[in-house]
């Protein structure tokens, strides 16, 4: 698979798993190409936790609006109905249990379904932001994800970067495959047909269970 083709099949799987009427809250960097796969005949209502429910597409370029941005700061449209409002009430809708996906990037995440994706010891960071509360918050958590950095694993047996919350993950999508946390551990649900299960595994530091109605990713 081409690099450039790795973060657009990511999101087109990933918005699969959004259903209609659902509030979805995206993190920044790869969950924000999304909105760009949603199905036409699936409608969700997209929160920005600098306070935004409704939020729309990214713009056409040279069309953004500088009054427009998502929480990492990249421009976004408005959709119909949408209504904008203070970050304390975006986290009060988060932290209240009223998102019911939210998806998010990872530097590591582990079979316990543990997260680690904000900082690395010895780098200068401007903090966890709201990603603790997103995870604790949401009813379902889905890492959008590559399946490597830099050909070392991602997908751990466990952690060894600062966490971010422990076991609230669910479900993980990568170029790979489509796997889901369980009591037992990582199971394959769906695997790219440009890969081998062999493949994935060895790009994979925790064991991974096969499912065995493993299906083809689209």
Request: hydrophobic residues 40%.
């Amino acid at each position: 698979m081409e690099k450039s083709e790795i973060k657009p099949f990511i999101a087109r799987r990933a918005a699969k798993e959004l259903k209609d009427g659902d509030v979805v809250n995206l993190g920044i960097g790869l969950p924000t190409l999304i909105p760009n796969f949603l199905p036409a005949d699936v409608h969700v209502i997209l929160q920005s936790e600098n306070g935004m429910l409704g939020m729309g597409p990214t713009p056409e370029e040279g069309k953004e609006d500088p009054w427009l941005i998502n929480a990492g700061g990249g421009y976004i449209t408005y959709t119909p109905g949408s209504s904008t409002f203070d970050s304390a009430t975006s986290f009060g809708i988060i932290r209240g249990g009223h998102v019911n996906v939210s998806v998010l990037g990872a530097m590591q995440v582990d079979e316990q379904g543990d997260l680690a994706n904000w900082m690395i010891p010895g780098k200068k960071t401007p903090g966890m932001g709201g990603a603790m509360d997103l995870l604790v918050g949401a009813k379902k958590v889905i890492l959008a994800m590559e399946h490597t950095a830099k050909g070392n694993p991602k997908i751990l047996k466990k952690c060894t970067l600062p966490l971010t919350a422990k076991g609230q993950v669910n479900m993980i999508i990568t170029e790979m495959g489509v796997m889901e946390i369980t009591p037992k551990g990582i199971v394959l649900k769906e695997i790219n047909p440009e890969f081998t299960v062999e493949q994935v595994q060895a790009a994979t530091e925790a064991t991974l269970i096969i499912d065995p109605d493993l299906k083809e990713m689209k």
